[in-house]
C-alpha cells in the first residue's frame, strides 16, 4: 500500500514492520480542470503534441469509443488484443483465455470496459477497476498495425485518463510498470510499502 497511508502508524503501532518494496505512479485529478488542462500543464511541448496529433488522426479516422459494463464488454475481444500486446513482453498467459474472462465477469461493477474502435473493428480495449475514491488503470490491449496513422495505445490512454476525471475520483492509480513513459506524462511516483510482522507459535504448538 502507500507509504503515506494513515494505516502506517496504526500498522507500526500493532507491531508490524513496513518494507518499501516499489514505486507506484498515478495521478490526483484535482490538480487539474479537467483532461485538456492536463494535457496543456503536465505534458511538455513534445508529449503535448504527439498524443493531441493521435487523437485527432484517431478523430480522422472514425473511432468510437465506449464505455461497458463489464456484463456488456467484448471481453474476448479484449483478451485477444492483450495477449496479443503481452506476448512482446512474453507473458501473454497473464490473460487466460476463459479463465481471464470469468475473473473479470466476478468483479461486476467494479471493473469497466473503454473499447475503441474503427467500424466494426475493435482496435484497443482497456481495463479499470473503481472503488470509493480511485480509478485504477488496469490492462489494456491494442491492435498496433491496425491504425499506421495513429497510437491506439496512447490514444486509449488519453481517453481512460478522460474516464478518471469524469468518474470524480481523488486519484487514479496507473499502476508500477513503464516508469519512463509514466514520468514523461506527468505521473506522480509513491512508494509502495509491504509490512511483515514474525508470528509466534503458541505454547506446545511446533512449526512444520
Request: aromatic residues 12%.
Amino acid at each position: 500500500m502507500d507509504g503515506d497511508s494513515s494505516l502506517d502508524p496504526l500498522l507500526t503501532t500493532a507491531g508490524f514492520s513496513g518494507v518499501d518494496i516499489d514505486v507506484g505512479w498515478g495521478l490526483t485529478p484535482d490538480g487539474y480542470t479537467g483532461f485538456d488542462d492536463y494535457l496543456t500543464h503536465a505534458l511538455k511541448a513534445k508529449r503535448r503534441q504527439n498524443l493531441t496529433r493521435d487523437l485527432r488522426a484517431a478523430d480522422r479516422a472514425g473511432v468510437t469509443v465506449r464505455t461497458r459494463d463489464t456484463d456488456s464488454a467484448d471481453l474476448d475481444g479484449f483478451v485477444r488484443l492483450a495477449r496479443s500486446t503481452a506476448a512482446n513482453f512474453g507473458n501473454s498467459d497473464y490473460y487466460r483465455q476463459g479463465l481471464f474472462q470469468d475473473f473479470v465477469l466476478a468483479l461486476g461493477d467494479c471493473a469497466q470496459g473503454h473499447e475503441l474502435r474503427v467500424g466494426d473493428e475493435l482496435i484497443a480495449s482497456a481495463l479499470t477497476l473503481t472503488d470509493d475514491t480511485r480509478l485504477h488503470y488496469w490492462a489494456v490491449g491494442y491492435a498496433e498495425k491496425a491504425t499506421p496513422h495513429f497510437s491506439p495505445f496512447y490514444v486509449a490512454y488519453a481517453h481512460v485518463m478522460r474516464a478518471a476525471w469524469a468518474s470524480g475520483r481523488d486519484w487514479v492509480e496507473l499502476g508500477r510498470r513503464n516508469p519512463t513513459f509514466k514520468r514523461l506524462y506527468g505521473l506522480q511516483p509513491r512508494t509502495l510499502r509491504a509490512y511483515f510482522k514474525e508470528l509466534h507459535p503458541h505454547p506446545g504448538e511446533h512449526r512444520a
